[in-house]
């Protein structure tokens, strides 16, 4: 069973910026694509960001382009989201996952972690 741990996420302002990780404990993950997600109150999860292997392919969805940024850190198994200009409805559960070939298909989750953004 894969493991995935989201941290970081807490109450912040509008326009304040937030990093949260996401690791794997007792395992390494530099083998795999991985994302970071966010879900709503009421809405669809929806994606947020995605990383290659290497760093060195990132993919946003529209709304957060320019604000946030994916990276990994292989070596500490971990991924990171460093989230800039936080807006209100940007309230959410943030979850990271673990993307499978070949078909692409995310298959491990995390359990989340809650930001909570205040006007």
């Known amino acids: 069973q894969v493991h995935l741990v989201e941290s970081g996420g807490r109450l912040v302002q509008a326009g304040d910026s937030l990093r949260l990780s996401c690791t794997t404990p007792?395992?390494?993950?530099?083998?795999?694509?991985m994302g970071w997600f966010r879900q709503a109150p009421g809405k669809e999860r929806e994606f947020v960001a995605r990383?290659?292997?290497?760093?060195?392919?990132?993919y946003y969805a529209d709304s957060v382009k320019g604000r946030f940024t994916i990276s990994r850190d292989n070596a500490k198994n971990t991924v990171y989201l460093q989230m800039n200009s936080l807006e209100p409805e940007e309230t959410a559960v943030y979850s990271c996952?673990?993307?499978?070939?070949?078909?692409?298909?995310?298959?491990?989750w995390g359990q989340g972690t809650q930001v909570t953004v205040s006007s």
């Open positions: 996952a673990e993307r499978r070939p070949p078909t692409g298909k995310y298959v491990y």
């Open positions: 007792g395992r390494t993950f530099d083998t795999y694509e």
């Open positions: 990383i290659t292997v290497s760093g060195g392919i990132t």
